[in-house]
């Protein structure tokens, strides 16, 4: 009995080694990527200060609306440099970026609040852009690398934390103001102080490098090639849809206050589209391996803009509603198409990462001048209206997207 016994404890031992191997090789380390996800949060809440306040310094500085979309051009301008960034960190360690990101985000922005010239205020924007694009090019890749094959849970995550962000920023700067007037702004700098610290220590074995990628890695022409049949109906899109997006987010206080709302209710508007996008992109992350991303963009785009409509249309407490309808679908599509990109482009991630989010980027800002322009021209409400029906014209670029 114990000499059979002795013959089966190998291999017995083997298998359970086997096992561990492929939990490792399957698991998703919750920790790791709430780090970075929350980091996300504290990141992308400085940047939800700048719609938030955009009442106040269109008042303070004499800005017409053009100008206004202008300030968020200097801050996604540095994004053309994401594919760049991201290149370098598949063949060297920029982790270096992620942790300073918060801090320096987060002095510049707030200073933002405090600037006396228009001049200084787009300045201080076009350096937090830099910072912001250091961030996103490397830390969706951080996060895919501890999501093991649940990457669009991985990227669920990573996407609430910067919605849960965006969402608690604009309350964070309405109680701010309401106390320390817009000079106070500064002192909510020490949260990205405190996310920079937190992911020092926690990132500090961590790297940007797979040795696959820096091994196997294709060359840039060759890569961009292979990315683009995904990436074209992707930023086709974006670009789309980015008319709605700008009414939601950029101008949605703008808006509000232009339609009576004092400026806390106007904040606080943002802040419940926000908040809702947390609960839908985190619903969605976990759908979207079981439903597919391409099932998880067409129905987060019907459903955004039917919610919009009737926010517009209703009037009252039913507007509220609506606006959380809004929030829940109307941000799904950025886990998505960052799990398509996780997932297939392997041996370049973070140069695929970098191309999608600068992409990204910059069409919504050319996007946010325009619906500027067009809001000082016709008034916000009919450019709110006609960004809504244009959405729809997204729908065959979807269908151009791999069904898994």
């Known amino acids: ?204 074995n961590a790297s940007t490098v797979r040795h696959s990628q820096a091994e196997a890695g294709l060359p840039v022409p060759q890569a961009l090639r292979q990315m683009s049949g995904l990436m074209l109906p992707i930023m086709s899109f974006t670009f789309i849809t980015g008319f709605l997006s700008a009414n939601i987010v950029n101008y949605l206080p703008t808006f509000m206050s232009g339609e009576g709302a004092v400026f806390a209710l106007a904040g606080a508007s943002l802040a419940v589209v926000e908040l809702s996008g947390t609960v839908g992109t985190l619903l969605m992350g976990f759908f979207s391996d079981r439903i597919g991303q391409r099932n998880v963009v067409l129905y987060g785009t019907l459903i955004s803009v039917l919610f919009s409509l009737g926010f517009l249309l209703l009037q009252g407490w039913i507007q509220i509603a609506m606006l959380v309808g809004v929030g829940m679908s109307a941000f799904v599509a950025n886990p998505a198409f960052l799990s398509m990109i996780q997932t297939r482009f392997t041996r370049n991630l973070s140069l695929a990462n970098g191309v999608y989010m600068s992409s990204s980027f910059i069409l919504r800002s050319i996007v946010v001048v325009l619906v500027g322009i067009m809001a000082d021209r016709y008034g916000m409400r009919p450019v709110f209206v006609g960004s809504v029906l244009v959405a729809l014209l997204s729908l065959p670029f979807i269908f151009m997207l791999p069904k898994k």
């Not at 719609?51 to 202008?70: R, V």
């Open 1 to 204: 009995m114990t000499t059979i016994e002795d013959d089966l404890k190998p291999s017995a031992m083997e298998s359970d080694k086997a096992l561990i191997e492929k939990e490792d090789e399957d698991g998703f380390h919750l920790s790791e990527v709430v780090t970075v996800a929350a980091a996300h949060g504290a990141h992308d809440t400085y940047f939800s200060y700048l719609p938030t306040i955009l009442p106040l310094l269109i008042k303070n500085l004499a800005l017409n609306t053009t100008q206004a979309g202008l300030l968020t051009v200097f801050s996604q301008i540095p994004n053309l440099f994401q594919p760049v960034i991201g290149h370098l960190a598949d063949r060297k360690n920029l982790k270096i970026l992620l942790i300073l990101a918060p801090t320096l985000s987060g002095i510049l922005i707030t200073l933002v609040g405090v600037a006396p010239s228009f001049g200084l205020a787009g300045l201080l924007l076009l350096l937090a852009g830099f910072s912001s694009a250091g961030f996103h090019a490397i830390s969706p890749t951080m996060v895919s690398a501890q999501a093991g094959r649940k990457v669009g849970r991985g990227m669920g995550f990573f996407m609430v934390g910067g919605e849960l962000g965006f969402g608690l920023g604009p309350l964070m700067v309405v109680a701010t103001i309401g106390y320390l007037t817009l000079k106070g702004l500064p002192w909510l700098m020490t949260l990205g102080m405190l996310a920079s610290v937190i992911l020092y220590f926690r990132l500090k």
